[in-house]
């Protein structure tokens, strides 16, 4: 199975910050990654797809990057709507894997 | 627009099996690829499976010897069995779809709300 790992973790930020969350892979995926947004007790929502496209829908404040086995989001001016846990999610081979998940919290 | 609505029983008996259905309404269960993912409490998220529109279906390895999806077309519904569950299945269980018709997976544009299954006596 394909391992994805997210960091950090956790990490705290304010309203207008420049969030940076990493997902790294343990094999090459190509760009088949894509990105959600869940809040709690919600289901996720679709950010991001086949590495860097936007989800129609989705603020442009939301951007992906990478390819291979190291892929970026990065939302650029957080707003209080964007306080969530966000996935990263595999989509080259199967089993499908999710990443552990980045809290971002309000500092 | 396309919407899903997971149904099935909140509570299950360990050893027992654990069925729900997903129905879809706004458009056709016809194409894509549509998905069971979980969530344990305060955890992270897990594929189970999908059931391609023509049927094929493809499950996650560590469940596959108790998880069977299918597809009823003319309801527009797909299910999820799980047999043998211990509490280790308690969780939140999304219905999901994924965005691409056809070819490589792109993600899950379309989800459930979620129904939340508890294994316990």
């Not at chain 1, 892979?25 to 088949?32: E, N």
């Not at chain 2, 999908?50 to 597809?71: A, E, F």
């Not at chain 2, 939140?92 to 006596?121: I, N, Q």
């Amino acid at each position: 199975d394909i391992q994805l790992t997210q960091s950090p973790s956790f990490l705290s930020a304010s309203v207008g910050d420049r969030v940076t969350i990493t997902c790294r892979a343990s094999q090459g995926i190509s760009r088949y990654l894509a990105w959600y947004q869940q809040k709690p007790v919600k289901a996720p929502k679709l950010l991001i797809y086949s590495a860097s496209t936007l989800q129609s829908g989705v603020p442009s404040r939301f951007s992906g990057s990478g390819s291979g086995t190291e892929f970026t989001l990065t939302i650029s001016g957080l707003q209080p709507e964007d306080f969530a846990t966000y996935y990263c999610q595999h989509l080259n081979s199967y089993p499908l894997t999710f990443g552990g998940g980045t809290k971002v919290e309000i500092k | 627009q396309v919407q899903l609505q997971e149904s099935g029983p909140g509570l299950v008996k360990p050893s027992e099996a654990l069925s729900l259905t997903c129905t879809v309404s706004g458009g056709s269960i016809n194409y894509y690829y549509w998905s069971w993912i979980r969530q344990a409490p305060g955890k992270g998220l897990e594929w189970i499976g999908y059931v391609y529109y023509t049927g094929s279906t493809n499950y996650n390895p560590s469940l596959k010897s108790r998880v069977t999806i299918s597809l009823d077309t003319p309801k527009n519904q797909f299910s999820l069995s799980l047999t043998s569950v211990t509490a280790a299945d308690t969780a939140l269980y999304f219905c999901a779809r994924d965005k691409a018709e056809a070819g490589p997976r792109l993600g899950f544009d379309v989800w459930g709300h979620g129904t939340t299954v508890t294994v316990s006596s």
